[in-house]
Every structure is written in C-alpha cells, then in structure tokens.
C-alpha cells in the first residue's frame, strides 16, 4: 500500500556503517531493562498504558531489520528491540510506531471505540466504523468514509486497519492531535517527543522512574524510515537505556534532537 501526506521515503542516505549487534539482552520486556542505582521505577496504574508498556516483550535478536529484512545500517542506536511485528510493507515508521504501540493497548482491552486517529487531512479514522464495514478511501487528494466491506471483527481486519492508518497518517497529524505536556516532570510512559513535518520524527516514552531526591529518568522507543523494528534507544551520552529530564533546551537522541518543549501526550 502506497503511504500519502508523508514525507518521502529517503533514498539513498548514508548512515554511519557500525558493526551488528547481536548479543543477546540479558532481560525478557521492557520493564526488566535496568535502572541506574538509586532509582525506582513509577507506580504504574493497573491495567493502563504506561503498565502495558512494561510488559512488552523483547527480542532474543538484537539486530534491527528493516521492513524487507535487510540489518539497519546503523545498529549502534538501541540497546534491546520490541517484540512488536513490521510486516513487508514500509509503513510502520516514527509516528506509526507510537501509534502501533497504542492502538495494540487499546485493541488488547477491547477499547475499540478509543480507537481513533486523524489523517494528516483531518479525516477521523476510527477502528469501530472499519469494523462496521467502512473504509477510508482516497478521492481528490482527500479521504472519504465509505461503506466498502461487510461487518468483520478479525486480528487480519485489525493489521488491515493499522496499515490505512499508517499511510494517511504521521508525525504532522499526529503533533496536531496530541496534547501539549506543559512541564517535563509530568512527563509519563505512554508520551510522546514529536516533531511534526517534512521530516518529522517521533518517540514513544516506554517508562519512567525517579529517585529520593525526586529527579526523573526515562526510556525511549522509536522506529524510523525506512520502516524498521521498533527499539529502545541508547542514551548517546552515558550509554544506557535512561535520560534525564534535566536535558537543558534539546533532547539528543542517536538519530534525532528534539526541542524541550516538544512533548506530547494523548488526549
């Protein structure tokens, strides 16, 4: 499926060519990922987001593929891989990742009607009309909800729905349609950093912990373009899973810097 409203896929850009990484991470989900000494992780709420996101497991191969199973170039940027699929096709890239993460918790609750997210046209594309038999199709450079399909309620539908919404969405939409986090110490697993554009970039926040003197710590996940397995990103400057909150005017991450005031969360 063709991806439109976003930013071209971008050929033949170079990275830096790193050794591979495959050695095996010593820990099974992302809330066994260690923490620095002298901090602890937040109380997660039951059955919420940032506790779902704890438990999403990893990969024993610690090798980022890209969408057509080719190693990324540049393997130096994570320290462990989500156990989340990419399917063939290059669409799951920054914003879909967060939007894949979410939509799974969602979908794991049987939330379907919270299941809902803008193109960059503004066109809703809610999960429970897909399961009503609409489709999203494009006619004149817009969107339109038409009635394509009978009633269907299969995992199949769902990764059908996921790759519509991949293709007409991204990190400019989805800047929009989140909410602004005022002040960085209320930042939470589940949030996002995000840059909308072309290009744009996003990160998911995985978790978050502190220590007595209340200072904050947190893990990021991203995808990228091409499409690529969704990983924990390396803190470039101390080497671990965990940055500060206490990161000045930008956040550097390996492969992107986003401004301080760029984090989101989810209405």
């Not at 992780?41 to 059955?47: E, F, H, L, S």
């Not at 891989?81 to 894949?100: F, T, W, Y």
């Not at 969602?106 to 429970?128: E, R, W």
């Amino acid at each position: 499926m063709r991806r439109y409203f976003l930013t071209p896929l971008i050929i033949g850009v170079t990275l830096p060519q790193c050794s591979q990484t495959t050695t095996l991470p010593a820990y099974t989900t992302t809330g066994q990922i260690p923490l620095p000494n002298g901090y602890t992780r937040i109380t997660a709420q039951a059955g919420s987001f940032p506790e779902w996101l704890r438990q999403v497991k990893l990969k024993s191969d610690n090798t980022v593929y890209l969408y057509n199973g080719i190693p990324k170039r540049n393997q130096d940027a994570h320290l462990a891989i989500l156990d989340i699929s990419v399917d063939k096709k290059n669409l799951q890239q920054c914003a879909d990742a967060a939007i894949r993460l979410y939509a799974e918790y969602l979908y794991g609750l049987k939330q379907y009607g919270k299941i809902s997210f803008k193109a960059t046209d503004g066109t809703i594309m809610d999960y429970q009309s897909w399961r009503e038999g609409y489709r999203f199709v494009l006619h004149q450079n817009r969107l339109q909800k038409q009635k394509k399909a009978p009633a269907l309620d299969t995992r199949k539908s769902f990764d059908q729905y996921l790759e519509t919404v991949f293709s007409y969405a991204g990190t400019l939409s989805l800047s929009r349609e989140l909410k602004k986090v005022n002040d960085i110490a209320d930042i939470k697993a589940g949030d996002l950093f995000i840059e909308g554009g072309s290009p744009g970039h996003a990160v998911i926040v995985m978790d978050v912990a502190q220590n007595a003197a209340g200072e904050k710590i947190f893990m990021l996940a991203q995808s990228y373009m091409p499409a690529q397995d969704i990983h924990i990103l390396k803190n470039p400057q101390n080497g671990t899973a965990w940055y500060s909150t206490d990161f000045g005017s930008q956040l550097c991450t390996p492969e992107w810097v986003f401004e301080r005031n760029t984090l989101r969360c989810w209405n």
